[in-house]
Each structure stands twice: as C-alpha cells, then as structure tokens.
C-alpha cells in the first residue's frame, strides 16, 4: 500500500489499514521509530481515561477545594 506525504507532513493511513487497526476518526494514534530507521511502528494511542498518567481531573471534588485553615488568603481576612 502506498500514501503520500503532504506538504503539511500528513500521510493518509490506507482503509484497509484503519479497519485492521480499529482506528477510528480523531483518534489518537502512536507512532515509534524502530532502532535501526527502518520501520515505523503505528498503534491506537491509549485514551485518556485508560492512562493512569493522565489522571488529573478524574476526581471531582464537592465544596472548598482548599480547607479554610490552609487558605492564606482566607487567614488574612479581618
């Protein structure tokens, strides 16, 4: 299969190959270079919610985010 590369640096991934991957539209994908330059890997990209890396914001949390105790700006009030 064979693509060409954009001005812009873009490459189509060839249909047969989304499907084959499960690649779906904006989709986060991987890619990995192998170790003599040969060959570049590509893989679905983990999504936000399976990375443990990227857990901030997954808690929500109700009322003060900060007590009033370790406030500084609340300590300084009259």
Same mark, same amino acid.
């Given at each position: 299969m @064979?693509? #060409?590369l954009t001005s812009k640096g873009q490459v189509t991934i060839p249909q047969a190959l989304r499907q084959q991957l499960g690649l779906a539209t904006g989709q986060?994908?991987?890619f990995a270079l192998s170790s &003599?330059? #040969?060959c570049i /890997? @590509?893989?679905p990209a983990p999504s936000a919610r399976q990375s443990h890396k990227q857990g901030f914001g997954m808690v929500k949390v109700r009322g003060p985010?900060?007590?009033a105790d370790? &406030?500084?700006a609340q300590l /300084?009030?009259?």
């Open positions: @064979l693509s #060409t986060a994908v991987e &003599d330059a #040969t /890997m @590509l893989r985010h900060v007590a370790w &406030d500084a /300084m009030k009259p």
